[in-house]
């Protein structure tokens, strides 16, 4: 296999984009909680609502202490709210478990509800500066072209890992700024749909450039249109309860304007169901 780490360090160390979580000092929760954030979100919607939450809960026990309805809250638009409680939850789970200290070690991690493998890997390494690969989407295009000569990835699997760690160095700090060299790389570079291959630090050792640049097929899961859908009326019925700051709202109330009742009704219960919200009563409130 052709070395990748060297040209990725040097191009990340001279192009890499000044984001808050990149920066000394910024801290194991700032990156919990702006890669959770980051999970399906533009960076640029991001980082408002980051430094706005943090100055707000600078650590998981000052987030734990208050109720997740301010977190659903503080989410405001970002979407897929889900991620707010689970924010909330692990919140209370590093108080409750580990002294309020964002745990290390990545088994602990996993541990903290929402948690998956990228977000684990990616705090102990980025936070911590323990050596383990870190694959995200990104990730996974730019070895998908560069090391199999892939146009696109193939669904997520644990091979993945072990992809990345063959393109590791053994030491520590070099393989953290690779792991995060190769995101930056498919987030500004090798991107799904334009890639600037003439811009790439690894174009002379890309197994997709030198075969042609084959279109081998898409396996990615599309994503469902917003526009109409059911996540569009949760979103709906979300800010009704937000806007309504502390107080419950009618459940007849609620965008009782939505051109299709059963979505809406459906869009409701689902937010129950996920304990987005608490029904009493005929009301529905942001959960206490």
Not at 246 to 253: E, I
């Amino acid at each position: 296999m052709p070395d990748l780490a060297t040209p990725l360090i040097a191009w990340y160390r001279e192009s890499a984009r000044d984001l808050p979580w990149r920066r000394e000092g910024f801290g194991a929760w700032g990156v919990l909680v702006s890669e959770l954030m980051l999970q399906q979100t533009p960076v640029a919607r991001v980082v408002p609502h980051l430094e706005a939450w943090l100055e707000r809960w600078p650590t998981p026990a000052a987030l734990a202490t208050d109720a997740p309805a301010d977190a659903v809250r503080q989410w405001a638009n970002l979407g897929y709210p889900r991620r707010a409680l689970w924010l909330h939850r692990a919140a209370v789970e590093i108080r409750d478990r580990h002294a309020g200290i964002v745990p290390r070690d990545v088994d602990a991690l996993l541990a903290l509800t929402g948690i998956g493998d990228y977000t684990a890997r990616a705090v102990a390494v980025f936070a911590y500066g323990d050596r383990h690969p870190v694959v995200d989407t990104n990730t996974r295009r730019v070895l998908a072209r560069s090391v199999d000569g892939r146009s696109q990835p193939g669904p997520p699997s644990k091979r993945d890992l072990a992809a990345m760690e063959a393109i590791l160095p053994a030491d520590a700090e070099a393989a953290a700024i690779v792991n995060a060299a190769a995101m930056e790389l498919g987030a500004v570079v090798c991107t799904a749909r334009a890639p600037a291959c003439d811009s790439c630090p690894i174009a002379d050792r890309c197994a997709w450039r030198a075969a042609g640049y084959p279109d081998t097929g898409d396996e990615r899961r599309r994503r469902a249109r917003y526009e109409g859908s059911d996540r569009q009326a949760r979103g709906a019925v979300l800010k009704v309860l937000r806007d309504a700051a502390l107080h419950a709202v009618p459940l007849d109330d609620l965008i009782a304007d939505w051109p299709d009742p059963r979505q809406r009704d459906r869009a409701i219960d689902s937010l129950i169901a996920d304990g987005l919200a608490e029904a009493w009563g005929g009301m529905l409130r942001l959960p206490r």
